[in-house]
Every structure is written in structure tokens, then in C-alpha cells.
């Protein structure tokens, strides 16, 4: 059947303005294409709406009936309107946003309440994941990535770059010692990603000249995991500026081979479907993001 949105705002404007002509005027359309869709519908309904006469045109017992269910599906679109163009106008709804736990913890939750007090309509739904979700599977709006992109699917907006440093205590220093050069952490605990393997490769040069791939002694998926086996004292990291600073300001941990560290950065990205028309609470929490975090991002 097939019924369209312009066929029913015609059968209403015939009605309420008495005359196709006017209904015409009234919907700015030509009377030729007024009078056409009105006999579109009556064909797909197979049934008469309007008895028309020279004088007037009159409602049939069919049309009566119809008129009443044309006008709520007519009001239900126009009040879906309003409310999309008052939630683009003040950002609204529910916001599901994943990210690693480490940069969960570290970036995101410390900004939540700021966040929430600019935009209280906004309901925050925050997931952690340390692998890449499928954005659709999850139901999730809006995702921050670490590391190069590798899906051509999705729009990313950069946040920016978090150096990478290797650190430890100053306990596991004080019991082990620090190594006097990169050749000497075959002799150290190392702690490591298990997966993905890539990140297991140090900001530092082996003997060959070429970027250092470590093999760690104690492996875990979550960074933040790592974290605390380093702050615990249990051996050297390699881990992002967005998650030690305050760690590393504190003297909780310590950089080693500070003059021979590459200045390797890890992109950050908030990634969604280019497919999908960026609403206004993902745009408004993105642009709050980059905004709280400053010009000079996650340099420390």
C-alpha cells in the first residue's frame, strides 16, 4: 500500500481548508498535484474519503474514520520533529561509550562530573573493553581508540597523542637496581602486554638500531593491571603518559633511560559509523573531551 506522508498532509489540508485549491495554496503546491495525491490514497485505500460536489467537498463515513487516524500519524511525525530538533538544540538521551579500562579510569571518569553538570540530560553509559568492539554488536555510540586505526568503516576524530615511557618504582629500583644500559633488562623483571603483541615493542633501540621487542616476564591485556604490578614494585613497564603522570609527578614512578627513550606516541581517536549521523550528545561529549583535556592534551 504504501501510503506517504505528503498523500496524508493533503486528505488534512483538503479537509481543514474546505477546497483542494486551497489546500493547494496552503501546502504550496500546484491544485493539479493536490487533487492527485488525494486520488493516490483513495486508490490504495480502495475506498472514497470525499464525496466531491460543485459546492463543497463532504466527508464520507470512511473518511471520518481515516481523518482521525491521518492526523495522529501526521501529529506523531511533527512531534518526533520537534523533539529531534530540541535534543540537536540541548544535547539529550542515553550516550554508551566504551574504552580500555586504563584510559576509563585515568581520562574519562575524572572528567564525568564536570561533563555531567554542562550536559545533565545526557545519560552516560560507560563500558570497558581492552580488545576492539564491534560498535553496532555493542550498541556503543562512541568509542576511544589507542593505537593506529585499522577499520576504514569508521569516522574517527583525533584526540591526541600519549608518549611512551618505561618506568619502575623506586622500591623495585632500590632492591634491584637500575639497568645501566638497554643490553642489561635481559637481566630484569619485565611486566608486558600478552595481547596484542605490538605493544610489547619499547620506545628504545636494541644493539642493532632497531625499536626494542621485549619479551615480558609477567604479561597481562590491561594496562591498568600492569600499573599496579609496577607500582607494587614487581618490574619495569613501558606504559602511556595519559595514565602514569600523576604517578610520575608524585615519584610513585620513576623513567629510566630518559635520554635514550624514542618520542613514541600513541594516537587517540573517538571512533563511530560514518554511517550514522553524529547526534548532538556524542559531538557535545567529544567536544568536552578534547576541550578538558587542553591544548597540550596528554603531554606531561
Not at 503546491?29 to 490514497?41: D, F, G, I, K, Y
Not at 579500562?101 to 545519560?123: C, E, K, N, S, W
Not at 626494542?212 to 597481562?220: F, N
Not at 599496579?228 to 608524585?250: I, K, N
Amino acid at each position: 500500500m504504501k501510503i506517504t506522508l505528503d498523500e496524508l498532509q493533503a486528505f488534512i489540508a483538503v479537509v481543514d481548508t474546505g477546497a483542494i485549491s486551497r489546500a493547494a495554496e496552503h501546502l504550496e503546491l500546484t491544485v493539479s498535484a493536490a487533487s492527485r495525491s488525494l486520488t493516490r490514497l483513495e486508490e490504495k485505500l480502495q475506498t472514497t474519503l470525499l464525496r466531491r460536489t460543485t459546492r463543497r467537498l463532504e466527508l464520507t463515513e470512511e473518511g471520518a474514520e481515516f481523518l482521525t487516524q491521518a492526523r495522529a500519524i501526521v501529529g506523531a511525525v511533527e512531534a518526533a520533529e520537534e523533539r529531534m530538533t530540541a535534543r540537536r538544540q540541548v544535547p539529550a538521551g542515553r550516550l554508551r561509550v566504551d574504552a580500555a579500562t586504563p584510559f576509563m579510569l585515568h581520562v574519562i571518569v575524572p572528567r564525568v562530573a564536570g561533563f555531567r553538570a554542562r550536559y545533565p540530560q545526557v545519560q552516560l553509559e560507560l563500558d570497558s573493553n581492552e580488545g576492539i568492539v564491534d560498535l553496532i554488536e555493542k550498541r556503543t555510540d562512541v568509542a576511544l581508540r589507542i593505537g593506529a586505526l585499522k577499520d576504514s568503516t569508521l569516522h574517527a576524530r583525533p584526540i591526541g597523542a600519549s608518549r611512551l615511557r618505561i618506568l619502575a618504582s623506586p622500591a623495585y629500583l632500590q632492591r634491584r637496581g637500575a639497568p645501566a644500559g638497554v643490553e642489561a633488562l635481559s637481566g630484569h623483571v619485565l611486566l608486558g602486554f600478552n595481547r596484542p603483541e605490538s605493544l610489547n615493542t619499547w620506545p628504545l633501540r636494541d644493539a642493532s638500531g632497531a625499536p626494542l621487542h621485549v619479551r615480558p616476564d609477567i604479561a597481562s591485556s590491561n594496562g591498568e593491571t600492569l600499573r599496579q604490578l609496577a607500582l607494587a614494585g614487581e618490574g619495569l613497564v613501558c606504559l602511556s603518559d595519559f595514565m602514569t603522570g600523576e604517578d610520575r609527578r608524585e615519584g610513585r614512578l620513576v623513567q629510566l633511560f630518559a635520554d635514550r627513550t624514542q618520542d613514541v606516541r600513541q594516537p587517540v581517536n573517538a571512533v563511530y559509523y560514518r554511517n550514522t549521523a553524529l547526534a548532538s550528545r556524542i559531538n557535545c561529549f567529544i567536544d568536552y573531551l578534547v576541550e578538558s583535556l587542553g591544548p597540550n592534551r596528554f603531554d606531561e
